[in-house]
């Protein structure tokens, strides 16, 4: 499975959109990318996932790349729940063994 | 949607002594589940996977005397910690997969802090 690259850590302004990046540049064909998120002392919740089209849902928004080396997470207007810990997982369908990243830590601001 | 349930979310315990926690899939059917730890400001770590009717698999480095696993049914498994010390103290959090549709997400658990005096 694809190792996956995020910043560190972000900061957003409430009410604006929050972009954050992953880079997997050695996904193969057949594996999707996943978003979930880590809110402090909860299991991680899902957010979106896809595996060549950009998708939205009632959360965010995931930008692929054409060569889906990277992706984008957007998040279209923050909130201070939105406070947390991001991360983004490639894998191939139908394996369930996530492994998980540094992620990235966003912190939105009032 | 698919619920994963863990219990207890947390537990205070003696040095020495053993400690079960259990994931249950609510309404869906996991025949395999997944073991996390987490220590503070700390990315999740997979310790293991649980198969249902079957020994579980152990990542590299993880005990498997030390931490046993049991996937006695569809709907549940169970993680024991045995003869805790306070190094074993950690955020502990499951996992399981909503059956076969291809690219479906898995779901996880609240978590379990464990914490081991």
């Known amino acids: 499975d694809a190792k996956t690259t995020q910043p560190t850590s972000m900061d957003c302004a409430e009410g604006r959109a929050a972009n954050l990046p992953c880079n997997h540049s050695?996904?193969?064909?057949?594996?999707?990318v996943y978003w979930y998120r880590q809110i402090h002392s909860q299991g991680p919740q899902y957010i979106i996932h896809g595996l060549k089209n950009n998708e939205t849902n009632e959360m965010a928004s995931l930008i692929i790349t054409e060569d889906r080396k990277s992706s984008t997470l957007i998040l279209p207007h923050a909130t201070l729940r939105d406070t947390a810990v991001y991360y983004c997982i490639a894998l191939t369908s139908g394996t369930y063994k996530y492994i998980f990243g540094t992620g990235t830590r966003l912190k939105v601001l009032a | 949607g698919a619920v994963v349930s863990q219990h207890p979310s947390w537990v205070i315990c003696k040095s020495g002594t053993s400690v079960k926690i259990e994931c249950r899939s609510l309404?869906?059917?996991?025949?395999?589940m997944f073991w996390y730890r987490q220590f503070p400001k700390q990315s999740l770590m997979l310790m293991a996977t649980s198969n249902e009717g079957s020994k579980a698999t152990y990542e590299q480095g993880v005990e498997k005397d030390k931490f046993l696993i049991n996937h006695a049914s569809l709907t549940l498994s169970t993680l024991t910690v045995t003869s805790a010390h306070p190094e074993d103290s950690s955020f502990y959090i499951c996992s399981a997969p909503p059956g076969q549709r291809k690219g479906w997400p898995q779901h996880f658990g609240d978590g379990t802090r464990l914490s081991i005096l």
């Open positions: 050695t996904i193969s064909g057949n594996e999707y």
């Open positions: 309404d869906f059917q996991a025949t395999t």
